[in-house]
């Protein structure tokens, strides 16, 4: 399960070659409809390689759409797998809001192991000078 097909900014994963890799289906999982035309125009400003880079988001098309109770719409993408069996995982795994609880756990993770690492790094630097 990933968040977007976009990752830290512009590091685009592409779910059709990583599902293939790693033999799983890939599910695409976000409370925000993804803004194509928007990337697009970013993409093709910043990255010498923008038509590889839209490649991916061009592939994907647009996202399947699930009402999440009174929260509101969760956007997804699934690879692999069949849209209703994907419905049903997402489901499944939605305890709080609209974000699945692997994404909404590895986001706290992520945050705080960067958060660490930062202090740590800041921590080596003034212990050189």
Not at 30 to 46: C, I, M, S, T
Not at 75 to 101: D, H, N
Request: aromatic content about 6%.
């Amino acid at each position: 399960m990933l968040p977007s097909v976009s990752l830290g900014g512009f590091n685009i994963v592409d779910p059709y070659e990583l599902g293939r890799r790693l033999e799983v289906p890939i599910v695409i999982a976000n409370p925000k409809k993804p803004n194509l035309k928007a990337v697009r125009a970013a993409l093709q400003h910043h990255f010498h390689d923008w038509k590889d880079r839209v490649r991916v988001f061009d592939v994907m098309g647009s996202p399947n759409a699930l009402r999440v109770g009174d929260e509101g719409t969760l956007y997804f993408y699934s690879v692999g797998m069949q849209a209703r069996t994907a419905r049903k995982a997402l489901l499944s795994v939605i305890l709080f809001g609209r974000k699945p609880e692997p994404l909404r756990i590895a986001r706290i993770l992520a945050r705080a192991l960067s958060h660490t690492l930062s202090v740590n790094a800041t921590r080596r630097m003034c212990h050189k000078r």
